[in-house]
């Protein structure tokens, strides 16, 4: 049991375009999503958590208005990041997790490598 | 001072050896304790998921955790090529769905 499926898993944009990242919960509701990014040979950076039908809550440091989460139903948060620019090119990674997370609380999706050129 | 400490520097062991990672936290309120393996350009994979204080083995794997010492390790048996990845520690507090993570340990198994 519990699968994250994340989608695309790689995607290259246009400076000034806008790309929309997709993560849901296949097999089970998702309370609570999680957003990371990841640069090479660095461990994860919590960028934001949203909860279903709330807005999320951003790390410091993480511009809400360039990175646009949705967390509309139990089992599909989307990430949004508006007028990309190269230094947006990075390793996204989702997660998710049920009310009470136990021991498969922590599922992680398969992460899109976003190049913006 | 880091919430999770983990050194990242990468090991470099022969197929069949034990493999031996470690973290150490400052935070006494966590209370659940994961390693996590990824692999390239892919999402972090639970391996082992413990609860307090104690000893969990999963075939080759052997997670512990000594709260007392904030110290937490993953054995790894019998190493394969297969186990080559980054190792990453993650702990949470109890109600508390967010993790905090260590930087990872790149682990490369020579056949």
């Known amino acids: 049991g519990a699968v994250v499926s994340q989608h695309p898993s790689w995607v290259i944009c246009k400076s000034g375009t806008s790309v929309k990242i997709e993560c849901r919960s296949l097999d089970f509701q998702a309370t609570t999503m999680f957003w990371y990014r990841q640069f090479p040979k660095q461990s994860l950076m919590l960028m934001a958590t949203?909860?279903?039908?709330?807005?999320?809550?951003?790390e410091q440091g993480v511009e809400k208005d360039k990175f646009l989460i949705n967390h509309a139903s139990l089992t599909l948060s989307t990430l949004t990041v508006t007028s990309a620019h190269p230094e947006d090119s990075s390793f996204y990674i989702c997660s998710a997790s049920p009310s009470t997370p136990g021991r498969y609380g922590y599922t992680f999706g398969s992460g899109t490598r976003l190049t913006v050129v | 001072q880091k919430e999770v400490e983990q050194d990242p520097g990468p090991l470099s062991v022969p197929e069949g050896a034990i493999v031996s990672l470690n973290c150490t936290y400052s935070?006494?309120?966590?209370?659940?304790f994961m390693w996590y393996r990824q692999y390239s350009r892919k999402g972090p994979e639970l391996l082992m998921y413990?609860?307090?204080?104690g000893n969990k083995e999963d075939g080759r794997f052997t997670a512990q955790v000594d709260k007392s010492s904030k110290y937490i390790s993953l054995f790894i048996r019998d190493s394969q090529p297969s186990d080559s990845a980054t190792y990453l520690c993650a702990m949470s507090e109890r109600g508390n769905n967010r993790l905090a993570f260590g930087k990872g340990n790149q682990v490369v198994v020579i056949p």
């Open positions: 413990t609860y307090s204080s």
């Open positions: 935070n006494s309120a966590f209370q659940y």
């Open positions: 949203s909860n279903e039908g709330s807005k999320a809550t951003y």
